[in-house]
């Protein structure tokens, strides 16, 4: 609730700070048991801020988490560890967060004796195959590398450990953007069902609005660190309000070389979140933009009671 994460610009030699980025500027969503909440918007407008931030991977400036009534931004170091396993991340490529020394079946028995350290060795060994059989893999893979897997598979490798914690919450980090159509379905349908049978909440990171429409329950749309509409999916996907939902909606997704991923890109170049535009940031791109547009912030206009908007258009 009004999350703030802010990183201070320094300059010099001696690193003088001379502004901030606001790459979370007072964001509020919700995150419903069992429901899947999308996060979408184009790369570097804040969302993988976002959901470290969440997870208190990143400093939050100020604002609220709160999760099952305990507001966990404000906990202590110490009193968060008891939350850390049950809100877990997933990262667009796994093979980088896996240590590609270790063996498959040392990376989840490590977050299996986490969990539950008074497990005899043979049942660690038991619930590292069950583990790997729930996400679609077979037991031999326990002696394999990382390094030995495809794209596909490592993401299932990565959804197993994550799993190995037993969460009730995780970040998807755009864990399907780096891989191709027929892969891509089969780990989304593997990440529905351990939803369905599980009950846990996803905060879907993407770009990809084909795949919010078919895993998400809410979506909000992020621009330059706010979240300009939100609600629910069929509501913003059929009857988009704000002009930068619509652009997302007509753009079509292409291939990046450099971040190795397919992206969306407007016709601008997105303005540098450490420079915003005054007013609604996205003024500058905006067919529809006003006189007005540069000089006020929007504040959210309810469209019905699932569907609000940060737009002038509909003051
Ligand atoms: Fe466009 Fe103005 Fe709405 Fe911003 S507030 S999206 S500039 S119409």
Redesign the pocket.
């Known amino acids: 609730n009004q999350l703030k994460v802010h990183f201070p610009i320094k300059k010099g030699l001696l690193k003088r700070t001379v502004g901030q980025v606001k790459a979370v500027d007072e964001v509020s969503l919700d995150l419903t048991a069992g429901s899947t909440t999308a996060l979408v918007g184009e790369s570097g407008c804040g969302k993988t801020t976002l959901g470290k931030a969440l997870l208190r991977l990143l400093p939050i400036t100020s604002g609220d988490v709160v999760y099952k009534g305990q507001n966990i931004a404000k906990l202590s170091e110490k009193a968060f560890q008891a939350y850390r396993q049950q809100l877990q991340i997933i990262f667009q490529d796994p093979f980088s967060s896996m240590n590609p020394r270790m063996l498959v079946g040392d990376i989840l028995e490590e977050g299996i004796r986490a969990l539950k350290s008074n497990l005899s060795d043979a049942d660690v060994v038991r619930e590292c195959n069950s583990l790997l059989l729930k996400v679609g893999l077979t037991t031999e893979v326990r002696l394999r590398y990382p390094h030995e897997f495809s794209g596909g598979q490592r993401q299932r490798l990565c959804i197993a450990r994550a799993l190995a914690v037993n969460p009730s919450v995780i970040v998807c980090d755009e864990p399907t953007s780096a891989l191709d159509v027929s892969v891509q379905a089969q780990v989304l349908n593997l990440l529905k069902q351990l939803q369905h049978e599980q009950g846990l909440s996803y905060l879907f990171i993407t770009h990809d609005l084909s795949v919010v429409a078919y895993l998400a329950d809410k979506v909000a749309v992020m621009y330059l660190g706010r979240i ?1 509409e939100y609600g629910k999916v069929e509501e913003v996907l059929n009857r988009p309000a ?3 939902t619509k652009a997302l909606i007509e753009a079509v997704p292409s291939w990046d070389n450099d971040l190795g991923k397919k992206v969306i890109k407007l016709p601008d170049n997105m303005p540098s979140p450490a420079n915003p535009p005054t ?2 940031h ?2 500058t791109r ?1 067919d ?3 006189a ?2 540069s000089q006020i912030k ?1 504040t959210d206009v309810l469209l019905s009671e699932s569907h609000k908007v940060a ?3 509909y003051r």
């Open positions: 300009v704000h002009p930068y007013g609604c996205f003024h905006c529809q933009a006003m007005d547009c929007p737009c002038l258009l």
